[in-house]
């Protein structure tokens, strides 16, 4: 019984750790693609803030929310990790990753509304490519694609 137990422990961790790596390259090839270079301590903070988001799935108090009230969601996890580890490495450690300071309406640099809008937009293409990752890796549901998501936000109820 215990040994069963400690192999679905092992099974989750794998899982849970190849999705937080496999987001977080995708987060890098996306800021790469923005913003002309990235940094590789972005591997791990897209990969956990895309985790997260992909995790609330597992609730249905998340799922069977409206496609904008999940955008929100992701959008605050998404912005509490980038505030997070933006202090974290750009404040404490000087790493100087980004600087939001320029833009209006931030937080000590780190966050901004601009980006809030932009992770808000891209929030139903995260939540569909966690779903797709999730259906082709473990056999999960199939995800109805990525227009669905977005149809679903800007014209339901």
């Known amino acids: 019984m215990g040994y ?5 422990l092992k099974n989750k961790i794998y899982k849970d750790l190849l999705l937080i790596f496999i987001m977080g390259a995708l987060y890098m090839v996306l800021e790469g693609l923005w913003r002309g270079w990235t940094h590789i301590s972005m591997l791990v903070v897209g990969g956990t803030a895309a985790f997260f988001i992909g995790k609330l799935n597992e ?3 998340f799922y069977d929310r409206k496609m904008w009230q999940e ?26 990753i980004w ?12 966050i901004c ?11 139903p293409l995260c939540i569909y490519v966690d779903d797709y990752l999730r259906y ?9 694609g990525p227009l669905k998501n977005y149809r679903d936000l800007f014209m339901s109820n």
């Open 71 to 96: 955008c929100v969601i992701g959008t605050f996890i998404a912005l509490a990790l980038e505030f997070t580890s933006g202090v974290i490495l750009n404040i404490w450690l000087g790493l100087d």
């Open 99 to 110: 600087d939001y300071s320029n833009e209006p309406f931030n937080l000590y640099g780190q």
């Open 113 to 123: 509304l601009t980006y809030a809008v932009l992770w808000f937009i891209l929030m």
């Open 136 to 144: 082709k890796l473990f056999g999960e549901k199939r995800p109805a």
């Open 59 to 61: 609730y249905p108090k």
């Open 4 to 8: 069963r137990n400690s192999t679905n």
